[in-house]
């Protein structure tokens, strides 16, 4: 009944027009000069509509992603020292909560696993220690 009173309200006017319809129709017009991020952004939102699940995301190499991580970290350093020389006032950043490096010395201190043995030796993961230092 609700909705025989829109389309009856619509005939009245002249008009017939679905408007998520023609919104989605004007997106997708628009779509083909969408480039770089927001192209994949559009084509991810097409997928997940026709499908109803996500794509996986790409793997990309560790050391790749350091590398990334690591000029990303450069460049907002050297952004910052260039706004701090024109004397623009931007927001400030909490510098004293920085994350620990992940350096390869940190991975190795993490590779431990469990309490290094005081007395005797592990092998095969089993702690053997002699009787006269039970």
């Given at each position: 009944?609700?909705?025989?009173?829109a389309?009856?309200?619509?005939?009245?006017?002249g008009?017939?027009?679905?408007?998520?319809?023609?919104?989605?129709?004007?997106k997708?017009l628009?779509?083909?000069q969408?480039t770089?991020?927001?192209?994949?952004?559009?084509?991810?939102?097409?997928?997940?509509?026709?499908?109803?699940?996500t794509?996986?995301?790409?793997?990309?190499?560790?050391?790749?992603?350091?590398g990334i991580?690591?000029?990303a970290?450069?460049?907002?350093?050297?952004?910052?020292?260039?706004?701090?020389?024109?004397?623009?006032?931007?927001?400030?950043?909490?510098?004293?909560?920085?994350?620990?490096?992940?350096?390869?010395?940190?991975?190795?201190?993490?590779?431990?696993?469990?309490?290094?043995?005081?007395i005797?030796?592990?092998?095969?993961?089993?702690?053997?220690?002699?009787?006269?230092?039970?």
């Amino acid at each position: 009944n609700n909705n025989n009173n829109a389309n009856d309200r619509n005939s009245k006017i002249g008009i017939d027009i679905d408007f998520d319809e023609t919104v989605k129709e004007i997106k997708t017009l628009g779509s083909t000069q969408f480039t770089g991020k927001l192209k994949r952004k559009y084509e991810k939102e097409q997928y997940e509509e026709l499908t109803g699940r996500t794509k996986k995301k790409q793997k990309v190499p560790l050391n790749i992603v350091r590398g990334i991580k690591k000029k990303a970290a450069i460049r907002e350093r050297r952004l910052e020292q260039e706004n701090k020389d024109a004397g623009i006032v931007t927001a400030t950043t909490n510098k004293k909560k920085t994350k620990r490096g992940y350096s390869e010395q940190n991975r190795r201190d993490n590779r431990v696993h469990g309490p290094a043995p005081t007395i005797g030796f592990t092998k095969k993961g089993i702690l053997s220690v002699r009787r006269e230092k039970r």
